[in-house]
């Protein structure tokens, strides 16, 4: 029988697609050190398990579509606390930063309408797309430039009758570039001339480096009516399995048809919102020494590429991620030879290969995105080991 177009077009995760390889090489009994992946290694606040353990109700009922009250009121205290002036109208809680993304996308755009986003951009942007049966309008970047922004009028000739928002992730995954000032500036009076929503994913807003700081899209009063954020739990409190995530708009009407696709799917799970709870009223005690270790992580995994040949990357500001350009001709392939074919001392590494992080087809053959969310031993390891591979590695 016929399966659908949509099911047929959707892709498979740039991130997860060579895990059948890592499992064989695992079985071979190779140790495979994961940069492919964000999934930090730092233990998830214990205030988190301690609420879920202490949860007591006789029924594990429905909860509202829109999120725990409770839960709500912390975002609103957390965003408070940065100076943001929302209030508990302005918030409702999503089955992870995935399902925000997902309904943001479906309630300002129909489909065959097109959202204007730079490449590359987290790779599940692609899959939502389809789902939704949106376009995405790719805007390039380059690592010569540090993945920077192109001036106005490179993104205003992509704008068509057709585009509906521009879809911006600041800190990125997976370059790790962090939006300036200026940037930010031009895609406000971008959105603000040509009437579009601007939908800006925030989930690594405490990730940024060397003093800097991150420039939130809620911090843009002339187009207060057009943001929508999307957030998550997830990497702020190392809690990727949690499925929390938060989606913002000060715009009512947004925020009335947003609940409409959360009563759709009935409501968000409840006892990881009652962990959430307990980790943003605890928050303080974790981010920075969390935001420290990851600096010096970061630090660490750059000194030791530059001593690689093969490898040219840019420094990220932000993240957890940074996508390096390899002496190869095909990362993909490189990424599945490196769990077939290789080991140095029976070990190996799993890379994703970065065209999965593009929208455009002819784009990232030779880069990869590295993940620094491994202890420091590891990621020497892990250098030393990618080093011995691009040696020996034969196109």
Known sequence: MKLSKRAEQMPYSAI????????????????????NIGQPDIKTPIEIF???AGFHEDVLSYGPSGGLLDLRVAVVDYHRNLGF????????????GSEAIIFAMMTVADPGDEIIVFEPFYTNY????????????????????????PSKEVIE?????????????????????????????????????????????????????DGKSQISALSMPEIKDRVIVMDSISKRFSACGARVGTIISH????????LKFGQARLCPPTLEQIGAIAAYKNIDKY????????????????????TVQGVYAHKPEGAFYSVLRLSVKDADRFCRWLLTD?????????????NGFYSSFDKGVSEVRVAYVLKSEDLKEAVEVLAAALQAYKD
């Open 251 to 258: 715009n009512k009407t947004i925020m009335d048809r947003l």
């Open 85 to 96: 002036d929302i209030d508990i109208d302005n918030v409702w809680i999503t089955t992870g």
């Open 157 to 209: 000739a992509k704008i068509t009758a057709k585009t509906k928002a521009i879809l911006i992730n600041t800190p990125n995954n997976p370059t790790g570039t962090v939006l300036t000032e200026e940037e930010m500036f031009i895609i406000n009076s971008l959105c603000k001339k040509y009437n579009l929503y601007l939908l800006s994913d925030e989930v690594y807003r405490e990730f940024v480096y």
């Open 342 to 354: 290789f080991a140095y001392k029976n070990k190996t590494v799993m890379l994703a290969p970065a």
């Open 50 to 52: 301690e609420s879920i």
């Open 287 to 306: 981010i920075r020494p969390m935001i420290k270790e990851y600096e010096m992580r970061r630090n660490l995994l750059f000194e030791g590429l530059d």
């Open 16 to 35: 997860r697609k060579l895990v059948p390889y890592a499992d064989e090489a695992k079985k071979k009994g190779k140790h495979v050190f994961h940069l």
């Open 126 to 149: 692609n899959g939502f797309a389809v789902m939704s049966q949106l376009e995405l309008v790719p805007i390039t970047t380059k690592v010569e430039d540090g993945f920077r922004v």
